[in-house]
């Protein structure tokens, strides 16, 4: 019997300025970014999370990037790189958490799940618009080792955290498919896959939803970034029914916009600004946040009936 006071086995811890601990809901909303390098996919995420922030969701943004980038497309000043502190540049607290040091990830077995509370409130940072940000790091010397033990580190906190309502997590992957590899992305419900209008950006684009696919991402949207014109358009949706298509729960095209390499890294000032770019990117995120509240509402009238029956 259901009543309104279960809480389905999750145990909600208020972080201060963070968001609560816990095993991942269904309704949950979490977004990864993937795609070829250099179509745009570190740009997308900043200007979708801090969308998302002016909207009062509480936002927090994970570059699980090596060489990240995130932090400057989100408004943060180069001069306080300082400041963040990334969780290859923890090796003691890495090694604690995870049971293996970074740079000798090779061949150790990880605890799958450490006790991650604390992560998001020590090394996460408020960027502009409120978003918190949360870095993995760089490698920053050449035979550094592979990042397994931060990786492993990340997926647990990716995985911990339990979100209310208004409450989301954006991932901005590196380039290639090792974020699928290690299931970085497992229980995400949403993957937005970002493509340029190229014969190659689409075969990595589909090879990158396919993954998604079989790790049972529900919602795989498709964003065509740096569209010119009806040509572009119409090539890259041939190249797509060459290839079999896929089905994607939403498809986009961004234009080309030349600003945004004027105000790089910072989207900000694109986003204040009033553009066919910023009004197709606040469509990525209506369809976004129209698909999770659809199935936020499947998922409770489910509970209702099993509270019933």
Not at 59 to 82: E, K, R, S
């Amino acid at each position: 019997m259901c009543d309104g006071k279960h809480d389905h086995g999750h145990s909600h811890h208020d972080r201060p300025g963070g968001m609560p601990v816990s095993r991942a809901l269904p309704t949950d909303f979490r977004v990864v970014v993937t795609g070829k390098g250099g179509v745009g996919k570190t740009s997308l995420t900043a200007m979708l999370a801090r969308l998302l922030a002016r909207r009062e969701w509480r936002v927090l943004a994970l570059d699980a990037d090596p060489q990240m980038n995130l932090p400057w497309a989100l408004g943060q000043a180069p001069a306080l790189a300082p400041a963040l502190v990334p969780l290859s540049a923890n090796a003691d607290y890495v090694e604690e958490k995870t049971g293996a040091r970074p740079g000798e990830g090779w061949g150790l077995f990880f605890r799958l799940n450490p006790d991650v509370d604390d992560v998001v409130e020590r090394f996460g940072v408020l960027a502009p618009d409120r978003v918190r940000l949360l870095v993995m790091g760089n490698t920053v010397q050449p035979a550094a080792g592979c990042l397994c033990p931060e990786n492993a580190l990340l997926a647990a906190v990716v995985n911990a955290l339990a979100l209310r309502q208004d409450e989301a997590v954006l991932l901005d992957t590196q380039a290639g498919f090792e974020h699928f590899g290690r299931a970085l992305a497992r229980g995400f419900r949403h993957a937005v896959v970002v493509t340029d209008p190229t014969f190659n950006g689409l075969q990595v684009a589909l090879h990158a939803a396919r993954l998604a696919e079989a790790l049972e991402i529900e919602a795989i949207h498709l964003v065509v970034n740096g569209v010119r014109d009806e040509g572009d358009r119409a090539r890259t949706l041939a190249r797509l029914a060459e290839e079999g298509g896929f089905p994607f729960a939403s498809r986009h095209w961004l234009p080309r916009d030349e600003r945004l390499r004027d105000c790089e890294p910072d989207i900000g000032p694109l986003l204040d600004a009033s553009s066919p770019l910023t009004t197709a990117v606040g469509g990525i995120l209506e369809s976004l946040l129209g698909q999770q509240f659809a199935s936020r509402t499947v998922a409770v009238r489910e509970e209702a009936e099993a509270c019933v029956s």
